[in-house]
């Protein structure tokens, strides 16, 4: 199923994101992870990809083929392109309709100085519009969008104009990076209004629980720490579980009123730690 049919059936839908592990032994990993994940019934679970090699490759196929067929959930795949070639791309592509996988995340990927960038996709829009192109209506196609702007925008104006190049290219929806403030959140949510990107935005929430997120997520991403959040992590940083539990109450609260606003759901990163979107799940299960 596609999911963009599901947010046609469901006011607000609720989705997860989870990142294939390291370890030789995967699928052993991710099956533990994704047994309490299934319990919290998301609508759909996107797994991301990294650039570089066949084996990002292949853990991101059996993962959502696991997803589909264990589950009974949709899968999203992720799917860089700043590093592959067309032939590369069909042969993905190929691969997904082959075992019957209808969704695809369609991202530009990260610059990375030690693998080589071939040039062919400069931007995710180039690749949706190829999907598209080899593969018709055939997928579900998702990308990205920045409510604080992509680190090498100029601003609000060249971020807006990047979104409507993709919808344009042929996305169906959007799922947003992580954010900590919701009121700029929905100011880019009507900035896209605005320029007709009539399709869902979905607003991206990841709880920090550790210390050690907070510069992290801030370098990679240029979050803005409001002062409320700032306050928590001041108060606690040398509190380990005390941080856990203000920073899940902290998202919880986004959560809530992102719904209450009529935010089209939630994309929850959950770091691979099911505690985390239990938590989530159970404090909106009358809401969603």
């Excluded at 052993?28 to 299934?38: A, F, K, N, R, Y």
């Excluded at 609508?43 to 696991?66: M, Y």
């Excluded at 069909?90 to 691969?95: D, K, N, S």
């Excluded at 907070?214 to 002062?227: D, F, H, Q, S």
Aim: net charge negative.
């Amino acid at each position: 199923m596609k999911v963009s049919d599901i947010y046609k059936e469901k006011k607000q839908v609720l989705s997860f994101e989870i990142f294939p592990p390291k370890k030789d032994d995967y699928l052993g990993d991710i099956t533990e992870t994704l047994d309490i994940l299934s319990e919290c019934k998301p609508d759909f679970i996107s797994v991301t990809f990294g650039a570089g090699g066949s084996s990002n490759r292949n853990k991101t196929i059996e993962i959502a083929k696991l997803i589909k067929s264990r589950y009974g959930i949709e899968p999203i795949v992720h799917l860089t392109c700043l590093c592959y070639d067309k032939d590369e791309i069909r042969e993905f592509v190929r691969v997904l309709q082959q075992e019957g996988l209808e969704n695809i995340l369609a991202l530009r990927g990260d610059h990375n100085p030690n693998i080589t960038e071939k040039d062919v996709f400069p931007h995710a829009s180039d690749l949706i519009a190829y999907i598209r192109e080899i593969s018709g209506d055939y997928f579900c196609i998702a990308a990205a969008c920045y409510p604080e702007n992509h680190p090498e925008s100029s601003g609000r104006l060249e971020e807006i104009r990047s979104l409507r190049a993709k919808y344009e290219a042929g996305a169906d929806l959007f799922l947003s990076q992580l954010f900590f403030d919701n009121d700029g959140f929905m100011a880019f949510e009507e900035d896209c209004r605005i320029a007709d990107i009539n399709v869902p935005v979905t607003p991206g929430i990841m709880p920090v629980t550790k210390a050690t997120q907070i510069k992290r997520m801030v370098e990679m991403c240029g979050a803005t720490l409001p002062a409320r959040f700032s306050r928590i992590i001041d108060r606690y940083a040398d509190n380990e579980a005390g941080l856990f539990d203000a920073g899940m109450s902290y998202a919880l609260s986004q959560v809530i009123d992102l719904l209450a606003s009529g935010s089209d759901g939630i994309h929850l990163y959950t770091m691979n730690n099911p505690v985390i979107a239990r938590r989530i799940s159970v404090g909106i299960k009358n809401i969603v």
